[in-house]
Antibody
Framework: EVQLVESGGVVVQPGGSLRLSCAAS????????MSWVRQAPGKGLEWVSL????????YYADSVKGRFTISRDNRKNSLYLQMNSLRAEDTALYFC????????????????WGQGTMVTVSS | DIQMTQSPSTLSASVGDRVTITCRAS??????LAWYQQKPGKTPKLLIY???NLESGVPSRFSGSGFGTEFTLTISSLQPDDFATYFC????????FGQGTKVEIK
């Protein structure tokens, strides 16, 4: 059974930093791209970042480019999101999500999602 | 950036109704469109990928169609379990979601 478990969400002040983690199990982690997607309270879904299966390619939404860094450790079956220079508008539930196709990064939707970890940016 | 616009934002319907949700892309995305279902407090569930392909385990009352810039999700006979919010997602160029359509009980 595929499981994705996020952690690391807390209340942080504007300008602060945070590192989110996602522990994966139940599938061959290093065969699939992984993404972070966020959802502000009561709002829709916003894709944040994606890393290819081997970590060699990374992509970011314009809203986080230059502030967030996605990474993965395939030995630990883990995905990370380093978040710097946090803003109030980054407040959201952050999901990690698995790509559908093996060794794909482009043109690939998401088939499994974690339960999310809440990040609140507030003074 | 590709923008995705769903309509309607809210849809009131009864069990047994045929329901259609529309998603429009700001530019041509070919067939690279997915639909997700999300219930309150739950994670999104992939229903349909590549416009019309049903994800494993998804009931056949769900169907998708379209190409290019206009797409639809149809539920042929709405069931109690289907009351939820539905999101479209383009994955032709990066990944963008529509704002969601809430299907509520009439």
């Amino acid at each position: 059974e595929v499981q994705l478990v996020e952690s690391g969400g807390v209340v942080v002040q504007p300008g602060g930093s945070l590192r989110l983690s996602c522990a994966a199990s139940g599938f061959t982690f290093d065969d699939y791209s992984m993404s972070w997607v966020r959802q502000a309270p009561g709002k829709g879904l916003e894709w944040v970042s994606l890393t290819s299966w081997d970590g060699g390619s990374t992509y970011y939404a314009d809203s986080v480019k230059g502030r967030f860094t996605i990474s993965r450790d395939n030995r630990k079956n883990s995905l990370y999101l380093q978040m710097n220079s946090l803003r109030a508008e980054d407040t959201a539930l952050y999901f990690c999500a698995k790509g559908v196709g093996r060794f794909l990064e482009w043109r690939d939707p998401f088939d499994f999602w974690g339960q999310g970890t809440m990040v609140t940016v507030s003074s | 950036d590709i923008q995705m616009t769903q309509s309607p934002s809210t849809l009131s319907a009864s069990v047994g109704d045929r329901v259609t949700i529309t998603c429009r892309a700001s530019q041509n995305i070919g067939e690279w469109l997915a639909w997700y279902q999300q219930k309150p407090g739950k994670t999104p569930k992939l229903l349909i990928y590549k416009t019309s392909n049903l994800e494993s385990g998804v009931p056949s009352r769900f169907s998708g169609s379209g190409f290019g810039t206009e797409f639809t999700l149809t539920i042929s006979s709405l069931q109690p379990d289907d009351f939820a919010t539905y999101f479209c997602q383009q994955y032709n160029t990066y990944w963008t979601f529509g704002q969601g359509t809430k299907v509520e009980i009439k």
